[in-house]
């Protein structure tokens, strides 16, 4: 029977279930990697489980995303993230070595294997010809611990490629057309599998380009196969010997196929406030650009910087224009300082950042009151960027600079001057010291005051009987449930961290379900549809269950928070008739009787509300119903005698 990419893989992988997608499977995972945003309490969900040491092939713990260090928590966590990893048996990126994805492609991915890790953008090294899976933290501390993560199978659309881009046409702008294709929501349970003549024509860090911001599609992954194209970027980094063919075999059967000519695109952009929202730079032109941040982890690579620098190069930064660079990893920053394009970007005014995160998430280079703000980054919900009133822009390093230079959106077409060629160098320049390979000896675990414990729920009651304390819209994203940016630092203590749940859409919120928790009623959440887009954290459902919500019910819910949710011990409804959604009102008393009983027997429930009835939906499997009936995941593992 020929094969698709990700059927190989996957099957290779398999510790439970058969390659049959929309049944619940349990696959094998090879790597993990975690960062320090979620790390932390990943590490300390790992701790509670009692294992030795991490079972994994390889498993490396990031620094990247917190390290603007203004007061001790940060810098706390990271020291303790440090003695995690040299205890535990995991490699430690430390703080400037850069972001995870860009790291881990360079120095650690390989085909064929299977990476999971507590971030979304994890599917980055599908560029590489890997399946990697972003999830919860707590996902990732039980696949470090040996046991097997279980998913949905998902279906596989091919994305066929046809032809070349065209020169000013990026593989961002491949990805924009695939998201104006097929939106950020209602793509759950689906991997994305990239083939024809035009893959040959993109380098491994185009191909990671696309698979990183393919996440906001809300697919499980994207993947590219691994060629002679993978092989020269491995060789160019010293790790030929990691390479492994793969690709598709030639009659494999997928469940849908999507043309895109390449060299029909033009350069397009993702308008405020979501990521599917496109249009072509020509339909803007001419907008006022207040701030240019170029890098993340989608567009932070040695070949974008070098194509930026090439604009930019004998140019200079428009005069009310902040630029601001953020190379992808050390590696990267030291080749552009060895080739002097560096120098290029700093005479063009660039502000250049240490190579982390940044401005992606929010915890730095905050744009002015009222800004436009044109980013690389993946990500332009309201309020990420740590300005409110923020207009944010994605598009390619290409129109960035174009935008830098003239102080306005522009078609980088228009400006008059020949594409920059880059040639990748046969051989980077690579140091590995800011790697830290752990001792694995019985090293004192540094915890400093702002860590607490991973937080318990209590098993599901017999009856829901709570309140809406708050009803949200359609496409929420973890970002609105609890913020990052400043909030951040955080992360390492539930109590703290879960006073700003909700802070952007409703400052009331969580003195109010907290007010509701303390008198013993259980707070209820009401939300539209693609409820949990965005971050993988799962903070945005660690914190809710701290305050005592027991239920979200949702016209629908995205893969990882869904996951999440289940994991500490709130149940995800969905309606049945989503008209039903316009009527609940935040404020009103509901009851779902004999929900323990009710779950327990995968029986239909019904949600009481002010006399009326409302039919809700759920879609667990078994083990995620006795997930929920212990109270959660640590709960769970726990009464089976996991771990050791």
Not at 237 to 263: H, M
Request: glycine share 10%.
């Amino acid at each position: 029977m020929s094969k698709t990419i990700t059927q190989k893989i996957f099957e290779k992988h398999l510790i439970e279930g058969k390659f049959e997608p929309g049944k619940e499977i349990a696959i094998k995972i090879d790597q993990t990697l975690t960062q320090d945003a979620t790390g932390t309490m990943a590490y300390l969900q790992f701790e509670a489980m009692g294992v030795a040491r991490v079972k994994t092939e390889l498993s490396v713990s990031f620094v990247d995303h917190n390290t603007i260090q203004i007061g001790f928590e940060n810098a706390d966590d990271h020291r303790y993230l440090q003695s995690i990893a040299d205890r535990y048996g995991i490699l430690f990126s430390r703080a400037g070595n850069g972001i995870c994805h860009q790291v881990h492609l360079e120095r650690f991915g390989k085909p064929g294997r299977t990476l999971l890790g507590s971030d979304s953008h994890t599917p980055t090294a599908g560029g590489l010809g890997m399946i990697g899976i972003g999830a919860g933290g707590l996902d990732v501390a039980l696949a470090m611990a040996g046991e097997p993560f279980f998913l949905t199978c998902p279906m596989v659309i091919k994305i066929n490629l046809k032809g070349a881009l065209k020169p000013w046409v990026s593989a961002k702008d491949v990805i924009l057309k695939v998201l104006e294709i097929f939106g950020t929501s209602g793509n759950v349970g689906c991997v994305l599998e990239y083939g024809g003549d035009g893959v040959e024509t993109l380098s491994v860090p185009e191909r990671a380009t696309i698979t990183n911001m393919g996440t906001e599609c809300g697919i499980t992954t994207s993947v590219f196969p691994s060629d002679g194209i993978t092989r020269e970027f491995l060789k160019a980094q010293g790790r030929e010997d990691d390479w492994t063919e793969i690709t598709v075999d030639e009659d494999a059967e997928y469940d849908g196929i999507v043309d895109i000519l390449l060299d029909e695109l033009v350069p397009m952009v993702a308008c405020p406030h979501n990521p599917g929202n496109i249009k072509t730079i020509k339909e803007i032109e001419g907008i006022i650009v207040n701030q240019v941040c170029i890098g993340s982890c989608t567009n932070s690579s040695y070949k974008d910087l070098m194509t930026v620098a090439g604009i930019l190069k004998g140019r200079k930064t428009h005069p009310t224009v902040s630029l601001v660079i953020s190379p992808g990893s050390k590696q990267v920053l030291e080749n552009i300082a060895m080739n002097g394009a560096l120098a290029d970007l700093l005479a063009a005014g660039a502000r250049v950042t240490e190579p982390v995160c940044g401005f992606c998430i929010g915890n730095s280079q905050s744009p002015q009151t009222n800004a436009v703000s044109v980013r690389t980054s993946n990500r332009n919900f309201f309020g990420r960027s740590g300005t409110r009133d923020a207009q944010v822009y994605l598009l390619s390093p290409e129109s960035a600079a174009a935008a830098a230079i003239t102080g306005k959106m522009t078609d980088p077409r228009d400006l008059g001057m020949e594409y920059p060629q880059v040639q990748t160098p046969e051989r980077f320049y690579t140091d590995d010291s800011m790697i830290i390979t752990p001792s694995l000896s019985l090293v004192e675990i540094y915890r400093g005051p702002n860590i607490g414990e991973p937080p318990y729920n209590t098993p599901i009651p017999e009856d829901i009987q709570g309140i809406v304390t708050i009803k949200v819209g359609d496409k929420i994203t973890t970002d609105h449930i609890i913020p990052a940016g400043s909030r951040m630092k955080y992360r390492s203590n539930i109590s703290a961290y879960s006073k700003f749940v909700f802070e952007i859409e409703d400052e009331g919120f969580a003195n109010r379900a907290t007010d509701y928790r303390d008198k013993g009623k259980h707070n209820i959440i009401v939300a539209g549809i693609g409820y949990g887009q965005g971050s993988s954290r799962e903070h945005a459902a660690i914190c809710p269950s701290f305050l005592g919500v027991k239920v979200v019910l949702a016209k629908s819910f995205e893969r990882i928070h869904a996951a999440n949710l289940i994991n500490f011990g709130i149940i995800p409804l969905t309606f049945v008739m989503e008209a039903d959604y316009e009527q609940i009102n935040a404020g009103e008393e509901v009851m779902i009787p004999n929900v323990r009983e009710l779950l327990a027997e995968n029986k239909p429930l019904i949600a009481q509300i002010n006399n009326r009835e409302i039919a809700v939906n759920y879609s667990l499997t078994d083990r995620q119903r006795q997930i929920l009936l212990a109270g959660g995941m640590l709960a769970y593992i726990g009464n089976k005698g996991a771990g050791g």
